[in-house]
């Protein structure tokens, strides 16, 4: 089946630093990645549609200065959180368009301290 | 306004018996919905999916039934197994799911299945 891989885990990073989370789908192409946000008890919110070789889609109120979507392959879509703020913890989650329908990553955890 | 609305946050029921969940939703382009099951930290994980086309689809112990008309769905799961206490998602797309098509979601029900 379709395999989505989300790299960190988890990471803790102080105020004001950047941090990078990977999304790879490992065997099949994607030319279209989301990436969605989750807050405790909470829906996963979609931030921004990701397609290969072009600009994201970023959905309503989402900033794309502070969300950097880089999506260089097929197999590859990075998100970067920039200048990150305590306010920026969540979980963070991949997701590509496989077989059957959509595959998520299996998260990343963003504690800014 | 949430497109896809889960009305119950939990459920509990009794192994071996059936869990519904349900899931409403308002936008009529969704053609195509799906059911997520999600552990705490850990990326959902794809269960059933239904096209808009159907009124059911069944894989295994998981049912999902689908009516346009009302614009519900439903998820059944029997026998019911401690294993399954989870947060179930409804999701739901249009464009029959096309790969450039965004997923909605609903706000996750807590199943909670006692032995």
């Known amino acids: 089946g379709a395999v989505v891989s989300q790299h960190p885990s988890w990471v803790i990073c102080k105020s004001g630093t950047s941090v990078k989370i990977e999304c790879r789908s490992l065997d099949f192409q994607a030319t279209t990645m989301f990436w969605y946000r989750q807050f405790p008890k909470q829906s996963l919110m979609l931030m921004a549609t990701?397609?290969?070789?072009?600009?994201?889609?970023?959905e309503q109120g989402v900033e794309k200065d502070k969300f950097l979507i880089n999506h260089a392959s097929l197999t590859l879509s990075t998100l970067t959180v920039t200048s990150a703020h305590p306010e920026d913890s969540s979980f963070y989650i991949c997701s590509a368009r496989g077989i059957p329908g959509y595959t998520f990553g299996s998260g990343t955890r963003l504690t800014v301290v | 306004d949430q497109q896809v609305k889960q009305n119950s946050p939990s459920l509990s029921v009794q192994e071996g018996r059936i869990s519904i969940l349900n899931c409403d939703y308002t936008n009529s382009m969704f053609d195509y919905f799906l059911w997520y099951k999600k552990y705490p930290a850990e990326g959902p994980t794809f269960l059933i999916s239904?096209?808009?086309?159907?009124d059911k689809n069944e894989d295994g112990r998981f049912t999902v039934f689908l009516n346009k008309s009302a614009k519900h769905l439903s998820l059944h799961i029997v026998p019911s197994q401690p294993g399954d206490s989870a947060v179930y998602f409804c999701?739901?797309?249009?464009?029959?799911?096309?790969?450039?098509?965004?997923?909605?979601f609903g706000k996750g029900t807590l199943l909670t299945v006692n032995p």
């Open positions: 990701s397609n290969e070789g072009s600009k994201a889609t970023y």
């Open positions: 239904i096209s808009s086309i159907k």
């Open positions: 999701a739901a797309s249009g464009n029959s799911g096309g790969s450039n098509y965004k997923l909605t």
